[in-house]
């Protein structure tokens, strides 16, 4: 066998759950599959998997070589049907991390979309909050909304954010428009996202020494949670004020469920969504294909724009 057949006999062992039923599958004898594993282990010089009587785990590094296997197999098959077929269609699986609200609600539609576009691309999504390591834990592309650190990544500009601070009617009228930042300071509750910083900034709008120069505020949280979807509700129910991305309060604000509120002293509020990979990594055609995509399907001027 060469080095993707093992690969491959790797990847069906994991996912059938055991070499006999690996063996089954292949129409082999199980024998003949034990032996090939333990020659790859021998030739890597690692364990890739934890072997009892009864159960397979996957050592750490045998989930990493998993997720490479998956990886390369599909870029094998993606060349080969390349070479077929010059107007060949995508085929392969994207393994694909991003915002669980975002996600959700804006680039689940985009993935169905594509799909219909390019039906044997296979989509493996984590729709989650943390910060994933994309080389460590497979991931051919991730989501990210957010000013980008220098990093070993390669970030492609899909689309632009903006922040929008807003309050439901019922909250503005009990506790008083704000027509300032100062006037948060009296009797004003916010809903928090467990991540951000305890102040918001703003940029005084007027005043002969005072305009253009940056200053924060900081009000107590009502309530604190690490889901935009989940405060946004809250906010229209009235328990406080948020401040969070335009893609999450649009359908809110429209409807006038929200209002927005001292947009005039709001001027940094513009973050960018970028599709990001690892610079070390060779980006598959497939892959290529799914990022210029939702470029296109977001736009500039994406559909959530509220002015």
Known sequence: MNQLEDMQTFVRIVEAGSITKAAEQLDTVKSAVSRRLSELEKRLGVSLLTRTTRTQTLTTTGESYYQQCLRLIDDFAEVESSIKNEHCSLVGR????????????HLGPALRQFNEINPEIRFDVDFNDRKIDLIEEGFD??????????SSLIAKRLTDVKLVLSASPGYLKKYGRPKTPQDLNKGHVKLQYSDQPDSWHFTASQGKDSKGKSFNIKIPAVLKANNGEFLCQAAIDGIGLIYTPDFICYKAI???QLEPILCEFIADNRINAYAVYPQTRH???RVRSLIDYLTLYFGDEPYWRIS
């Open 254 to 256: 429209r409807l006038g």
């Open 283 to 285: 980006l598959s055609k």
């Open 94 to 105: 994207i393994k694909i991390a991003a915002p669980l609200s975002f996600g959700i609600a």
């Open 141 to 150: 592309v991730a989501i990210r909304i957010a000013h980008l650190a220098d």
